[in-house]
């Protein structure tokens, strides 16, 4: 028998979604059984006292969480989401409900034996629940009281050779899309380059030292299954120099109906024969590819590598092989000042280790952004307030058309003094001699 009446939350157990309810009914109940006789150190009805206390938000419309809440492990400024229930008479078990963010591994592969250890003590000292993964990235596990922060941190530490992840004015975790594991489009190794990253900086990772958050993405192509562009204050995309590699015996595969285009994503719906001229020629956003007499050419110098026709012709279009990165910069979700995506900073990078001239990069932004940033003013926000040019001086670039998708239409320019013959210094009795009052 539960421990609170849930009318409403027992609606959300119908459908053919995974339901998140009968999920947590269900970790409620081994809790209760406990059947492998775990020596529970937060209350064993946290699970129930969860789900009465969201029941009551759903039937208030309003959140049962006080406001805030520090908590953390000595030696880092950050990693844990202190939170107490504003109603810890009737939700005891939740009185206190802190999440723990736990750095992922790369791709967000695992084992099963690494994933086991984790459950086992998240079991016995945590609430037996986890959001598989953090839209940064990080395991998180949720729902533990203070007392318990340190034992964990200490066992996933020397056990299980795990940190923590960010949180706080700070590195965020920094997180990658599956890049060469798994996926032909690769054109770096994202996973390689999140890791060695990650670990370069866990000093800024673990000790708040900045303005304001900050974050690293990495995707491996332009397609953005990390979506870097649009959640990372630096967004590293892959990208190359060269030709696209062509197999015409493939695209005549295609054309002929033997290979099904995008390979195969649309099958769930009748469009018709494959179309060459209609699906690929024609929507290519630079016009720059043609096709004719059987033979497909693409005007490479033209080509922005947009992924387009790649991706329609897996097995027929290959990226170039002169490959890196784009860096762009400055992507925040709206507060304050409204939503930003990432700006092109730098249009290509060659991505090999040691990844110093990517550090460079980094490192010069920082020392901008953590001198000049205002308190809790996201990088994008800098730009905007100091503009694009500054951060580019500070990085030592030269502007670069690719740098702007139009220049500017106003004539608002600013010029150095030095760029002025004669400077700024004048005199205005020098102008009356010529120009009378
Ligand atoms: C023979 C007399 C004048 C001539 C030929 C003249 C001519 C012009 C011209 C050609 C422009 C530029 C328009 C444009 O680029 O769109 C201009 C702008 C302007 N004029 Fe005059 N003007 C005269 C007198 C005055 C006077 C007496 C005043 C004010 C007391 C004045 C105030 C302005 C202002 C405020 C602007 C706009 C400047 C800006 O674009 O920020 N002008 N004038
Ligand atoms: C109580 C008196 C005045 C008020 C309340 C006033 C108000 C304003 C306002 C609100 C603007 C627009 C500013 C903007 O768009 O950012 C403006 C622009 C301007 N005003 Fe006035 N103004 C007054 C008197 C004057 C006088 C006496 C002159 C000239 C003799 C003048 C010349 C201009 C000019 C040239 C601009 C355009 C500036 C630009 O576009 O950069 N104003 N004024
Ligand atoms: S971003 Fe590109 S390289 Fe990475 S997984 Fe997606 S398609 Fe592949
Ligand atoms: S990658 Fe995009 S721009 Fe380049 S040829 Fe293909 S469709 Fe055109």
Not at 141 to 150: A, H, S
Not at 197 to 202: A, S
Not at 361 to 368: A, L
Request: proline content about 6%; some cysteine.
């Amino acid at each position: 028998m539960a421990k609170h009446e849930t009318p409403l939350l027992d609606q959300l157990e119908s459908g053919p979604w995974p339901s998140f309810v009968s999920d947590i009914k269900q970790e409620a109940e081994a809790r209760a059984k406990n059947e492998k006789g775990v020596e529970y150190q937060i209350p064993v009805d946290v699970c129930e006292d969860l789900l009465g206390v969201l029941e009551l938000s759903f039937k208030h419309g309003r959140t049962h969480w006080k406001h805030g809440g520090i908590v953390g492990v000595f030696g880092y400024g950050g990693g844990v989401i202190g939170r107490y229930c504003d109603q810890p008479e009737m939700f005891p078990g939740v009185a206190h409900f802190h999440t723990m963010r736990v750095n992922q591994p790369g791709g967000k592969f695992y084992t099963a034996e690494y994933l086991r250890q984790l459950c086992d003590l998240w079991d016995m000292r945590g609430s037996g629940l986890t959001n598989m993964h953090g839209s940064t990235g990080d395991i998180i596990l949720l729902g533990t009281t203070t007392p318990q922060l340190e034992e964990i941190f200490w066992e996933l530490t020397h056990t299980y050779n795990q940190d923590l992840g960010g949180s706080g004015s700070n590195l965020r975790t920094p997180a990658d899309c599956v890049g060469e594991a798994r996926c032909e489009w690769s054109c770096y190794d994202t996973q390689a380059l999140c890791y060695h990253l990650t670990q370069e900086y866990q000093d800024e990772l673990h000790r708040p030292a900045f303005p304001y958050k900050f974050k690293f993405k990495f995707d491996g192509c332009p397609n953005c299954c990390v979506a870097s562009i649009a959640r990372a204050d630096i967004s590293f995309i892959g990208t190359w120099k060269d030709d696209i590699r062509l197999d015409q015996e493939a695209v005549a595969a295609y054309v002929g109906g033997e290979l099904p285009p995008n390979a195969g994503s649309h099958a769930g719906r009748d469009w018709g024969p494959f179309d060459i001229q209609k699906e690929v020629i024609d929507l290519c956003p630079t016009e720059c590819m043609s096709y004719a007499d059987g033979k497909l050419a693409i005007d490479n110098r033209e080509c922005n590598r947009c992924m387009h026709c790649i991706s329609v012709m897996p097995r027929a279009l290959r990226i170039g092989n002169d490959r890196g990165c784009s860096i762009l910069v400055g992507a925040k979700a709206p507060i304050l000042d409204g939503a930003q995506m990432s700006t092109l900073l730098i249009p290509f990078i060659k991505v090999e280790e040691p990844y110093d001239e990517i550090k460079e990069v980094i490192e010069n932004i920082w020392d901008w952004w953590m001198e000049e940033g205002k308190n809790r003013e996201r990088l994008g926000e800098l730009m905007k307030r100091q503009g694009f040019q500054k951060l580019l001086e500070m990085c030592n670039l030269k502007p670069d058309p690719r740098m702007v998708q139009e220049p500017r239409t106003n004539p608002y320019i600013f010029w150095k003094e030095d760029e002025v013959p004669g400077g700024f210094q004048r005199d205005i009795k020098e102008f009356r001699k010529h120009h009378l009052r």
